[in-house]
């Protein structure tokens, strides 16, 4: 038996380990400084049926004086790719990295990214290349199973450290997402200034100025109609009723609005902000600065320097954005 409704997550324990995590080419996650971390993601609206990737994009952080010095001597990661029915809180590991920095080979302090044979032992108590079924719960070997554990490939990677990268097949019984069929997008570094300043003017008339307008004017009607396309494959990506993720959404929205404890959607400050590709170049959205995973959308609280931020990441088709996450 396999799943009727899989719901896939994944978990995350680091230490002294800086990252970003995608699925899929989609970032879920990023730590720049190596801070704890014990979290669980959920990602059904990130895969496909058959072949997904994850990556694991280290970055290098800060040991002394504020300089980033390399990947940290010290550290360490676990990611585990889990599943469970959907209605069902006992959940299966699938495949787990295991990284140790430790077992990093060095040369003057700096990591030898030709070395494969070096950069395979950080991970070597990863699980490996497997194919299976799941049966009552446990994993039940069988060459011709429903889900495959992929070899792994590391190497020195988009974020100029170590990538870790491995292929699972997964059976999933939602449709292709959108966003995996959208305009392929350009990052940062390979526009010119030009097309950097036009590309940021853009989004901002297109994507961005709509939706804080329609939280400035608290509007239920627009703010449904910009994130029903998501709702709509978010419904089916979780197994929800048709409407109940956009419903949700803007209830959240709209709970934000009328919080006594915070300002109005604050103004863009668009001179801060930076423009965000996603590895796989599908999704974009605008970040400030150093912050990849953050939003230039939020609410500050009265009187203190905290704000509730609204991340979302859009998708072009035909040269018109939507929101897709």
Excluded at 72 to 91: A, I, K, M, P, Y
Excluded at 118 to 147: C, R, W, Y
Excluded at 241 to 270: C, P, T
Excluded at 271 to 277: E, L, Q, S
Aim: charge should be negative; aromatic fraction near 10%; hydrophobic fraction near 35%.
């Amino acid at each position: 038996m396999n799943f009727k409704q899989p719901f896939y997550t994944l978990k995350l324990n680091t230490r002294h380990c800086g990252y970003r995590i995608a699925v899929n080419g989609c970032v879920i996650d990023e730590d720049r400084i190596g801070e704890l971390n014990n979290t669980e993601y959920p990602i059904n609206h990130y895969l496909k049926n058959g072949d997904n990737s994850i990556d694991i994009h280290h970055l290098n952080i800060a040991k002394k004086c504020g300089k980033k010095s390399g990947l940290h001597e010290e550290g360490f990661l676990t990611l585990s790719l889990c599943v469970r029915e959907n209605d069902s809180t006992e959940s299966i590991v699938l495949s787990e990295t295991v990284y140790d920095s430790a077992k990093l080979r060095r040369d003057e302090g700096k990591v030898i990214y030709t070395d494969i044979e070096g950069l395979l032992e950080t991970i070597e108590k990863s699980t490996s290349h497997s194919q299976f079924d799941v049966v009552n719960n446990k994993i039940s070997p069988n060459e011709s199973g429903a889900f495959t554990v992929g070899q792994y490939q590391v190497k020195k990677g988009l974020t100029k450290a170590l990538q870790i990268t491995q292929t699972v097949t997964l059976p999933t019984p939602f449709p292709l997402w959108r966003f995996f069929q959208a305009d392929d997008l350009t990052p940062h570094n390979d526009l010119s200034d030009d097309e950097w300043i036009s590309t940021r003017k853009m989004m901002i008339e297109q994507v961005y100025q709509p939706v804080y307008q329609a939280l400035l004017d608290d509007d239920t009607a627009a703010l449904t109609a910009l994130f029903s396309g998501r709702g709509k494959e978010l419904d089916l990506a979780f197994y929800k009723k048709d409407g109940q993720d956009v419903y949700e959404m803007v209830k959240h929205l709209k709970g934000l609005i009328h919080n006594n404890e915070l300002s109005a959607v604050r103004e863009i400050e668009f001179d801060y902000a930076d423009v965000a590709v996603s590895f796989n170049r599908k999704m974009s959205w605008l970040h400030n600065w150093d912050l990849t995973m953050s939003s230039v959308l939020d609410f500050k609280y009265k009187g203190a320097e905290i704000v509730t931020r609204i991340p979302i990441q859009f998708a072009r088709f035909d040269g018109n954005w939507e929101i897709v996450r």
